[in-house]
Nanobody
Framework: QVQLVESGGGWVQAGGSLNLSCEASTRTFDSDTMGWFRQAPGKEREFVAAISRSGPYYENSMKGRFTISKDNAKNTVYLQMIALKPEDTAVYYC?????????????????WGQGTQVTVSS
């Protein structure tokens, strides 16, 4: 089983930025698809972004503010977030799936991190 460890969450004022990291314990990281999801209080978990060998893919509302990137040498995927809004407040989860196909459904991802809290104050 792949272990995913997120870091970088915290508190920020609206308009600020945060960078999340997720380190994966896998030997197939360079070919795996990595995703970020988030879950706000009282809401279902939603897709944020994912990245494979083909490149990144974003939920429409995240485009332009969030950037996902992958460092295969460090087995780490990143999520850079700028211009944060209070509605971005959520627990952010890193997820992994074998293969290069990107899916927005959480059911397609087999491995999950423990989540990291992001709080944006107005």
């Amino acid at each position: 089983q792949v272990q995913l460890v997120e870091s970088g969450g915290g508190w920020v004022q609206a308009g600020g930025s945060l960078n999340l990291s997720c380190e994966a314990s896998t030997r197939t990281f360079d070919s795996d698809t990595m995703g970020w999801f988030r879950q706000a209080p009282g809401k279902e978990r939603e897709f944020v972004a994912a990245i494979s060998r083909s490149g990144p893919y974003y939920e429409n509302s995240m485009k332009g503010r969030f950037t996902i990137s992958k460092d295969n040498a460090k087995n780490t995927v990143y999520l850079q977030m700028i211009a944060l809004k209070p509605e971005d407040t959520a627990v952010y989860y890193c997820a992994a799936r074998r293969g290069g196909s990107i899916y927005t459904s959480e059911n397609k991802y087999a491995d999950w991190g423990q989540g990291t809290q992001v709080t944006v104050s107005s």
